[in-house]
C-alpha cells in the first residue's frame, strides 16, 4: 500500500502545485467543459455539477492517491489539475495523468507541472514506475510526457470513438531508475 496522505505545495517557475480549495471549483469547472479537454481525455460532456464539486472537495482527504490543482503563477486562479493515482502493488507503480483548461495552455505550464509532480512522486514515495496513456491524436501532450522522460511500451488499439473514428491510445512510462539518471545529467541506458 502507498500512502499519499501528505498534499505538498510544489512550487516551479510558471506553476505552483497545491492541494484543491473549494473556492477552485469554478476554475476547474471551466477545465472540464472546454471542448478541448472533452475531445483530448475522451471526456463526456455531460455530468453532475453537485457531484463533480462533490468529488473536488474530497480530493484532499484520499490517502491512496494524490490530486493537485495546477495554479499559473501569472494568473489567478487554477488552469488544470495532475493526478496520480491506481496504485499497482505488484509493480509498484502508479497512473500519471494532467488536465490543462484554455487559460493554461501553451505556455509550458503543462510541461513544468508534469516534470515538478513526476519528482516529488519518486522524491517523496517508492515508486518504481509511473505510467499514463495518451490518445494518438494528442502529440502536444506526447511531446510533454517525452520531455519529462516518459517512453512508449504499447498501443490499446481503438481505445476510444472520437466523431466516428477509433482512435489508439499510447501507453507511456518512466521509471525510477530513468528519472534518476536523466536527474543526475546521464543519459537513459534504455
Request: net charge negative; with cysteine.
Amino acid at each position: 500500500m502507498i500512502d499519499l496522505s501528505y498534499k505538498p505545495h510544489l512550487v516551479g517557475g510558471k506553476v505552483i502545485l497545491r492541494p484543491f480549495l473549494e473556492s477552485d471549483f469554478p476554475y476547474i469547472e471551466e477545465c472540464l467543459k472546454d471542448p478541448e479537454v472533452l475531445k483530448l481525455t475522451g471526456s463526456d460532456p455531460s455530468y453532475d455539477r453537485e457531484a463533480v464539486l462533490h468529488w473536488y472537495t474530497t480530493r484532499n482527504d484520499q490517502t491512496d492517491r494524490l490530486d493537485l490543482a495546477i495554479i499559473d503563477t501569472n494568473q489567478e486562479g487554477v488552469v488544470g489539475e495532475v493526478v496520480a493515482n491506481s496504485y499497482e502493488a505488484e509493480t509498484e507503480s502508479m497512473n500519471f495523468r494532467i488536465l490543462i483548461g484554455p487559460r493554461g495552455r501553451d505556455r509550458g505550464l503543462g510541461t513544468e507541472a508534469t516534470q515538478l509532480f513526476v519528482n516529488h512522486l519518486f522524491t517523496a514515495s517508492p515508486l518504481r514506475e509511473i505510467t499514463l496513456s495518451v490518445f494518438d491524436f494528442n502529440p502536444r501532450a506526447r511531446h510533454v510526457y517525452e520531455k519529462a522522460g516518459f517512453s512508449e511500451y504499447g498501443i490499446e488499439k481503438d481505445e476510444l470513438e472520437f466523431e466516428g473514428e477509433r482512435i489508439d491510445s499510447i501507453l507511456m512510462s518512466i521509471t525510477r531508475d530513468v528519472w534518476q539518471e536523466r536527474r543526475n545529467g546521464m543519459r537513459p541506458t534504455s
